[in-house]
């Protein structure tokens, strides 16, 4: 909740509260504030090296709004990491979900990177760019570290696409494989 509180009195659109290595992280999925929604990524590498991605954006009531599943090329776990959080702002602008945006990552080094950028020569500068154009079009963007316990949903969404043979799916409702994770979360989010 501390986490919470300083998100909110965040004068700075990056700034989701000091999250120094004394500080205990999120374990547990917490409903987003009223007026903001919270989008949630994963990535994932298959040993056999097979790459996905996959995330879901939820209200503050806790409700999914949307959650997606995408396939990728092969690529390292920081850049899958780094896709879901893409392709979640992306579809937040597509279908117009809302300009007060709280992003979590269970990647320590994912949210390092949004919040203080990376040179020009990392692998991942063009995602870091590209999600820093899309948050520059909203009111408000502010990036969380939290637990993997607290990012389960968007784990179950990033390996199901492993599994699938299409690019990008997108579930307008909850897919009945993250029923159960999704139940849990809204136990412990309130």
């Known amino acids: 909740m501390n986490s919470t509180k300083s998100i909110i009195n965040s004068n ?11 500080t205990l992280i999120t374990r547990n999925w917490v409903c ?11 990535g994932a590498v298959s040993y056999s090296g097979t790459s996905s991605c996959g ?6 009531d ?17 850049k899958a990491e780094l896709w879901a959080i893409t392709q979640g702002l ?7 979900l809302g300009t007060h945006i709280l992003i979590e990552s269970d990647s320590l080094e994912a949210i390092t990177l949004l ?13 870091v760019q590209e999600i820093s154009e899309l948050a520059a079009s909203c009111e408000t963007v502010s990036y969380l ?10 784990d ?24 159960r994770a999704l139940a849990a979360d809204l136990t412990a989010g309130f």
């Open 145 to 154: 570290h939290i637990g993997r316990e607290a990012n389960l949903v968007a």
């Open 156 to 179: 179950l969404l990033a390996k199901q696409c492993n599994i699938g043979e299409e690019n990008l799916i997108i579930y307008n409702s909850p897919p009945s494989f993250i029923i």
């Open 90 to 96: 992306r579809l937040i602008h597509l279908k117009k």
């Open 115 to 127: 919040r203080n950028g990376c040179p020009r020569q990392n692998e991942c500068f063009d995602l």
């Open 55 to 60: 995330g879901l954006i939820r209200d503050p």
């Open 12 to 22: 700075n659109l990056f700034d989701a509260g000091d999250q120094s290595e004394g």
């Open 62 to 78: 806790g409700r999914c709004i949307l959650a997606f599943s995408r396939q990728l090329d092969r690529c390292s776990v920081i």
């Open 32 to 42: 987003p504030p009223s007026g903001l929604i919270k989008l949630n990524g994963d």
